[in-house]
């Protein structure tokens, strides 16, 4: 079992920042080994990936937010960060934290409200 708890959430207005933080915890867990994902959903859509991290470090963003957002792993602290630039309303949504593992796990969520 893997918890997932994200964290840096809020309000910003169009144009700001925020950094989303995803910390991974659980019995036989190895987060270094778990490809980490940013995923998020606005009211009446389905859910869209936004960014993933490979064990090896290889990432790729959803084209709405390339170029905006980054996506970075700290091993040591099994912690999975998402840096959002030039935040727009389109990317008003709840944001969850994904691990695969022997299977996916899924935080909670975190909500991103970006004001125009």
């Known amino acids: 079992q893997v918890r997932l708890v994200e964290s840096g959430g809020g309000l910003v207005q169009a144009g700001g920042s925020l950094r989303l933080s995803c910390g991974a915890s659980?019995?036989?867990?190895?987060?270094?080994?778990?490809?980490m994902s940013w995923y998020r959903q606005a009211p009446g859509k389905q859910r869209e990936l936004v960014a993933r991290?490979?064990?090896?470090?290889?990432?790729n963003y959803a084209d709405s937010v390339k170029g905006r957002f980054t996506i970075s792993r700290d091993n040591a602290q099994s912690t999975v960060y998402l840096q959002m630039n030039s935040l727009k309303p389109g990317d008003t949504a709840v944001y969850y934290c994904?691990?695969?593992?022997?299977?996916?796990?899924w935080g909670q969520g975190t909500q991103v409200t970006v004001s125009s």
């Open positions: 994904n691990s695969l593992w022997d299977t996916y796990y």
């Open positions: 659980g019995s036989g867990f190895s987060f270094s080994l778990s490809t």
């Open positions: 991290i490979t064990s090896d470090g290889i990432t």
